[in-house]
């Protein structure tokens, strides 16, 4: 059975970068990272492709960096300039088929990113 577990969060201040990464073992195609701040509803944040095409949130997009090590299947998520916004708890999630037709089926504990003013 897949099994997902993130790493990588902290506390930093607006303007630094963290780097998030995800142990995973089983079979998996494409994999994310998901974010859930509090009081709000959970929202994708970057996907990458067993292929390694990769989707943005638009919020992210430039500041964000997904990466995938296949030979370990493990995904990485280079946060930089990092904003007070960002601060969520990051969930690392996966399928097992192209593309989700069914949407993510695996999903890690999560790791909290607090970014502080």
């Known amino acids: 059975q897949v099994q997902l577990v993130e790493s990588g969060g902290g506390l930093v201040q607006a303007g630094g970068s963290l780097r998030l990464s995800c142990a995973a073992s089983?079979?998996?195609?494409?994999m994310g990272w998901f974010r859930q701040a509090l009081g709000k509803e959970r929202e994708l944040v970057a996907t990458i492709s067993s292929t390694g095409n990769t989707h943005y949130r638009e919020t992210v997009k430039g500041r964000f960096t997904i990466s995938r090590d296949n030979a370990k299947n493990t995904p990485y998520l280079q946060m930089n300039s990092l904003k007070p916004e960002d601060t969520a708890m990051y969930y690392c999630?996966?399928?097992?088929?192209?593309?989700?037709?069914?949407?993510?089926?695996?999903w890690g504990q999560g790791t909290q990113v607090t970014v502080s003013s």
């Open positions: 999630a996966a399928c097992s088929r192209p593309l989700c037709p069914l949407g993510f089926d695996y």
């Open positions: 089983g079979s998996i195609n494409t």
